[in-house]
């Protein structure tokens, strides 16, 4: 991943865009345009070569098939969008400040429309044999990096037991997305997100015999470190 830095959820996917052809780079901004406009059914090569204006061969040739291509798509959809939430999170120590910056990042992020555009193509995984690896690595993959997020001390002891946590965590932010997104007028996300934030320090708390909740040194406070 590129050392940029992201002032915003809307800036996310371009470091990872930075390391395509020009070419390649127009067919995935293409199908990230269809998708967030139109859903997963108007991901044609014919239509992302037509609003990329580049060959449909290019998609082959870039991609190797669909499932290369919506690998790519996802990686661009979801990857950075979740380092995003690390450069939040590790400007702070670990503790219970980390934890919350953590939860104000993915309030931030269950409103941007590439975010949820991921869950379109969720469905398509449970039906494609072809798709469910590689949308089941990066379930993985974001497991670890909200473990990561959570600035918690990870040993044997502990560990499958804070990657069941970080499984919840991703149940229920993904929970709270598709609910507000689905009613953006009629529900409210905060109080989810306060709750939430509460099982989750406490969990943690649990699991690493209460580490989470040391105090920084006197006259040392929990300010975002100097990038």
Not at 33 to 62: H, P
Not at 110 to 128: E, G, M, T, Y
Not at 204 to 215: D, F, P, R
Request: charged letters at 25%; hydrophobic letters at 40%.
């Amino acid at each position: 991943m590129s050392e940029e830095r992201f002032s915003g959820p809307d800036e996310m996917s371009e470091s990872y865009l930075a390391t395509l052809s020009p070419s390649a780079q127009k067919l995935l901004r293409a199908a990230r345009r269809l998708l967030v406009r139109k859903g997963f059914d108007a991901l044609r090569w014919e239509a992302i070569a037509r609003e990329a204006r580049v060959q449909k061969s290019m998609i082959r040739y870039y991609f190797g098939d669909t499932v290369g291509l919506l690998r790519a798509l996802l990686r661009l959809v979801i990857q950075d969008a979740t380092m995003w939430l690390v450069e939040q999170s590790e400007q702070l120590p670990e503790g219970p400040a980390r934890i919350h910056a953590h939860l104000q990042g993915m309030k931030q992020l269950i409103r941007n429309p590439q975010f949820l555009s991921f869950f379109d193509i969720v469905p398509k995984a449970f039906r494609d044999e072809k798709l469910r690896p590689p949308m089941a690595e990066l379930y993985r993959w974001v497991r670890d990096i909200n473990l990561r997020c959570f600035g918690v001390p990870v040993n044997e002891t502990n560990v499958k037991e804070l990657e069941a946590v970080a499984s919840l965590f991703v149940a229920a932010s993904d929970g709270i997305a598709i609910q507000a997104a689905l009613d953006p007028e009629g529900y409210d996300p905060e109080p989810a997100f306060r709750e939430l934030e509460k099982a989750l320090t406490f969990l943690l708390e649990e699991k690493t015999g209460g580490s989470i909740h040391q105090a920084p040194p006197p006259g040392r406070s929990a300010a975002p470190k100097p990038r």
